[in-house]
């Protein structure tokens, strides 16, 4: 079973996410598109923040080694790499590339949890604000910096079987991608497998899976950590909650989201959330989702949309099929079921996996 998600967060004079300076002046992340001006938070400074989160909660973080000349192309930095060990290595995937001649210590993981560019619903020029450093200098110095007030849209989508499921050496991806794990690393899995994880089958390879109770632990983490989202850059000046403003999340079989278009932006009305949509979908993939739809709604975050939305809904929310709460409710409520077990049957690939015993 996969996770679909759609997260909102509303930006007010913030500039979470900076991007390439300019002399003096620091710049906000932006695209261009049909040419407007539309801000955005990549998902690498997102993923760091949900990271971050993590490790707010008590999980160990994966340690990250810097390798290379300080200038140069030949510089990089790698984690630890350990997904066994690390629940961010597991979750969030990395690729540490060996010496050239040695691929046998190369290893990467796709990212079971997968989260788009989070771009402003319509288009919005940021701010720039001038200031000035004058205190205890008698030559003043000069300094400039972007802001900007949009709500920002991404989807998302956790691969839930694949969430502490390792192949084994010799066993090759789909996609013909390296091993997840290289030889040193599938002594530590066999080191696991003593320890409580099992050999299966995953995906027609040889894997290693580690103890359904870890495997919940580690996804309820993540939800648990988006529950209280927060970073970003220049907060002492324009401080903001990162906290999603609105959340979706729907259970679905496949690696599908149901929910791309069910929230976007009108020019110059801002953010759509559109009921009506999300209707038609769930009815388009009858059967290959699974009830409830959790929605997650900040008290106060867009009222208008809101009773717009419950009107789009009335049905499903009055028999069940969807629920509205706040966001950090939703959020922490599906990390409780997941450990205490009720949502066990997520964790397996319904068609092929090999269940975990």
């Known amino acids: 079973m996969y996770l679909a998600g759609k997260m909102v967060l509303a930006v007010e004079a913030g500039a979470p996410n900076n991007g390439r300076g300019e002399e003096t002046t620091a710049r906000v992340k932006f695209a261009r598109i049909r040419g407007q001006v539309y801000p955005y938070i990549s998902a690498q400074a997102a993923r760091r923040w949900v990271r971050d989160g993590m490790v707010e909660l008590g999980s160990l973080p994966?340690?990250?080694?810097?390798?290379?000349?300080?200038?140069?192309?030949?510089?990089?930095?790698?984690?630890?790499?350990?997904?066994?060990?690390?629940?961010?290595?597991?979750?969030?995937?990395?690729m540490r590339a060996g010496a050239k001649k040695d691929d046998a210590a190369t290893t990467l993981r796709d990212s079971p949890f997968m989260l788009g560019t989070l771009m402003s619903v319509e288009p919005a020029q940021p701010t720039q604000d001038f200031g000035v450093m004058s205190r205890g200098v008698e030559e003043p110095v000069l300094h400039g910096h972007e802001f900007y007030t949009a709500d920002l849209a991404a989807p998302f989508l956790l691969d839930l079987p694949r969430i502490g499921t390792f192949t084994l050496p010799g066993a090759v991806g789909a996609g013909g991608r390296p091993n997840y794990l290289t030889e040193e690393q599938a002594l530590q899995a066999a080191e696991a497998v003593a320890a409580g994880a099992a050999v299966i089958q995953f995906r027609d390879q040889a894997a290693v899976r580690l103890p359904l109770e870890e495997r919940r632990r580690r996804a309820a983490l993540l939800l648990e950590a988006l529950a209280q989202l927060s970073g970003?850059?220049?907060?002492?000046?324009?401080?903001?909650?990162?906290?999603?403003?609105?959340?979706?999340?729907?259970?679905?079989?496949?690696?599908?989201?149901?929910?791309?278009?069910?929230?976007?932006g009108v020019e110059g009305r801002g953010l759509r959330v559109r009921g009506e949509v999300l209707r038609a979908e769930l009815d388009a993939w009858a059967g290959e989702w699974e009830a409830p739809v959790r929605v997650g709604w900040r008290p106060g975050f867009r009222d208008d949309l809101l009773e717009e939305f419950r009107r789009a809904c009335a049905?499903?929310?009055?028999?069940?099929?969807?629920?509205?709460?706040?966001?950090?409710?939703?959020?922490?409520?599906?990390?409780?079921?997941l450990r205490e077990g009720k949502l066990d049957g997520w964790f397996d690939d319904p068609q092929r996996d090999e269940p975990q015993r």
């Open 62 to 94: 994966s340690p990250v080694t810097r390798v290379g000349k300080a200038q140069g192309k030949a510089q990089k930095a790698n984690t630890a790499a350990d997904p066994v060990r690390y629940a961010d290595d597991d979750l969030f995937g990395y």
């Open 232 to 264: 970003g850059a220049k907060k002492a000046l324009h401080y903001g909650d990162r906290v999603p403003a609105l959340v979706m999340l729907v259970p679905f079989k496949g690696g599908i989201n149901p929910l791309a278009h069910c929230v976007d």
């Open 315 to 337: 049905g499903e929310l009055a028999d069940g099929r969807m629920v509205i709460d706040h966001p950090r409710t939703v959020l922490r409520a599906l990390a409780a079921e």
